[in-house]
């Protein structure tokens, strides 16, 4: 049952130049006789004041076509996608439009791609996934700011339900099943128990093994990068959906408690006024795996088929005591600093998650210990009249530890340490 709300109000609060941007494409569509909509996670933010650039649209008639004619009034780049019906026209200043033609879907397989057949908007938001995501703006002509909701997705948006579509859906795309959580996480919404019912279903006849190890792993990610990571793995812990991920995970109280602990640590390095280039959901993958053995955590990285810098931050984790233990156990700057020499910024935050009492130390390393350097070289070693031999390595390195633990600080210091160090050697 179609019901139609004039929201025009709302669509004034979104940016000057989106909403100039969608009255030309109104025009345009009602020029060609087209009904023109935006759809999807656009409508359902706008509805909860909250900003998604995600733009879009479809259209009752040619999408291709509008699109080209759109393009040609806008001067951006237009890459068309014969196969799908579907554009996407890039502007000038970045903004992106999804153009589509309105379309019914037609699975003939669990988790295969779909047939695509033309459609009106009815069944074009009827193939969507959660009603919340079926709502449509009309953007062409008097209907221009019209919300179209044929599935109570006003509603459900309101009163912070998820509620699938159609029975089938999760096998026709288990995905859905990580965009549901996803959702449900981010807005803290429930499922109404007809979807809880279905999502159960689904998993127990295991429709996640359909999905590709990759295509898992970036619905793990996508989870992880959200606005609640905890919440999100809360509920695949509790939908069992963490053991379709690895069944190696451990997820109890400890294990959130240390996740909860990811943005305090966050936090104090912003304070440290340094900058990295990390990923924020790559700690909690780690706080994840933290407890697996080494045997697991290989198997965990070549099941994902994990780039090799991942690999390695979840290796990091089986060393992460004993780093603790030995950092907690020295006061010397050389031996904090050999100690965390290896370490990526993402292993000195997951030591940091786990053990909070050592940021001085961290501290210590990342403002100043990683920044020494000696001036002195196998160059002055030469000079002294000593042939290269094994034992200048371990000269130079005896000038760093000093420097390091500041018993000697300029270029004349260090030379004279290095003299010394090799005289009492009897080289
Ligand atoms: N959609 C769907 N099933 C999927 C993926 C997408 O039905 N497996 C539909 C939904 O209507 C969704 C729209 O396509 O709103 C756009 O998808 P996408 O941009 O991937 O997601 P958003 O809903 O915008 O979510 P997010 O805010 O996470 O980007």
Redesign the pocket.
């Known amino acids: 049952q179609e019901k139609r709300y004039d929201i025009s109000n709302r669509l004034n609060l979104i940016d000057q130049k989106t909403l100039d941007l969608f009255k030309r494409a109104g025009a345009l569509a009602e020029s060609l006789g087209y009904n023109l909509y935006i759809?999807?996670?656009?409508v359902?933010?706008l509805l909860l004041s909250q900003t998604?650039l995600?733009l879009?649209l479809v259209v009752e008639g040619d999408g291709i076509e509008f699109a080209r004619r759109l393009n040609k009034e806008l001067r951006g780049e237009l890459d068309i996608y014969h196969e799908f019906g579907t554009a996407v026209l890039t502007l000038e200043d970045g903004l992106k439009l999804d153009i589509a033609t309105t379309r019914v879907e037609y699975y003939s397989g669990i988790a295969s791609l779909p047939e695509v057949e033309l459609g009106c908007i009815q069944q074009d938001?009827f193939?969507?996934?959660?009603s919340i995501?079926?709502l449509a703006i009309q953007l062409n002509g008097h209907s221009f700011g019209q919300l179209v909701d044929y599935f109570n997705g006003r509603e459900d948006l309101e009163r912070g339900i998820i509620r699938l579509l159609h029975n089938f859906s999760l096998y026709d795309?288990p995905?859905?099943i990580f965009?549901g959580l996803?959702?449900a996480s981010?807005y803290g919404f429930k499922f109404e128990p007809r979807t809880k019912e279905l999502i159960k279903q689904a998993v127990n006849l295991d429709v996640i093994e359909k999905l590709s190890s990759n295509r898992l792993f970036t619905k793990l990610q996508?989870g992880l990068q959200?606005k609640y990571p905890i919440k999100f793995i809360n509920l695949l812990k509790e939908e069992n959906i963490l053991i379709y991920i690895s069944k190696d995970i451990i997820w109890d109280e400890d294990k959130e408690e240390l996740a909860t602990k990811v943005a305090e640590v966050l936090e104090w390095l912003k304070t440290l006024n340094l900058s990295f280039k990390f990923d924020e959901w790559v700690l909690y993958l780690m706080v994840l795996i933290w407890g697996m053995n080494h045997k697991q955590v290989k198997e965990f990285n070549q099941k994902f088929n994990l780039n090799k810098n991942l690999s390695y931050r979840l290796f990091f984790t089986l060393e992460l005591d004993n780093l603790i233990s030995n950092l907690k156990g020295t006061q010397d700057n050389s031996e904090i600093y050999y100690l965390l020499e290896g370490c990526a910024i993402e292993d000195l935050l997951l030591l940091l998650i786990k053990d909070f009492t050592l940021k001085d130390k961290v501290k210590l390393y990342l403002e100043e210990l990683r920044w020494i350097d000696i001036k002195v070289s196998g160059e002055d070693i030469i000079e002294f009249g000593y042939k290269p031999g094994p034992f200048f390595q371990d000269a130079l390195k005896a000038v760093k530890k000093a420097k390091l633990d500041g018993k000697i600080e300029n270029h004349k210091e260090e030379q004279d340490y290095l003299r010394n160090y090799i005289e009492k050697r009897g080289e």
């Open positions: 759809v999807g996670g656009f359902r933010d998604n995600d879009d938001l193939r969507r996934d959660f995501n079926a795309d995905t859905r965009r996803r959702f981010r996508l959200d």
